[in-house]
Nanobody, 125 residues
Framework: QVQLVESGGGSVQAGGSLRLSCAAS????????MGWFRQAPGKERDLVAA????????YYADSVKGRFTISRDNAKNLVYLQMNSLKPEDTAVYFC??????????????????WGQGTQVTVSS
């Protein structure tokens, strides 16, 4: 089992940057595909970015391509989401999640087995 704890959220003006971190418990972190999701009030929880277990493959939603970067440090059990050029529409609760399956299915929310509690990101115009 994996426990995930996000940090790094906050309030920022449009055009600013934030870096989210997600710390994972356990010694099998490298066995999980990791994803960052976000959920705005009244909306679905959508995948923002995902990263494969160890070879660095990444996926980004079209809305964040070129602005967000996902990375991981398997030695430290950490996954990051660097968010640049933030827009008001990026405002949401951001969740990290872990998936034991193949990266090829990383876009499927239902495949993720473990979730963090979320961290709020608010971008003002």
């Amino acid at each position: 089992q994996v426990q995930l704890v996000e940090s790094g959220g906050g309030s920022v003006q449009a055009g600013g940057s934030l870096r989210l971190s997600c710390a994972a418990s356990g010694r099998t972190f490298s066995r999980y595909v990791m994803g960052w999701f976000r959920q705005a009030p009244g909306k679905e929880r959508d995948l923002v970015a995902a990263i494969s277990k160890s070879d660095g493959n990444t996926y980004y939603a079209d809305s964040v391509k070129g602005r967000f970067t996902i990375s991981r440090d398997n030695a430290k059990n950490l996954v990051y989401l660097q968010m640049n050029s933030l827009k008001p529409e990026d405002t949401a609760v951001y969740f990290c999640a872990a998936d034991q399956r193949t990266f090829a299915r990383a876009t499927m929310r239902e495949n993720y087995d473990y979730w963090g509690q979320g961290t709020q990101v608010t971008v003002s115009s």
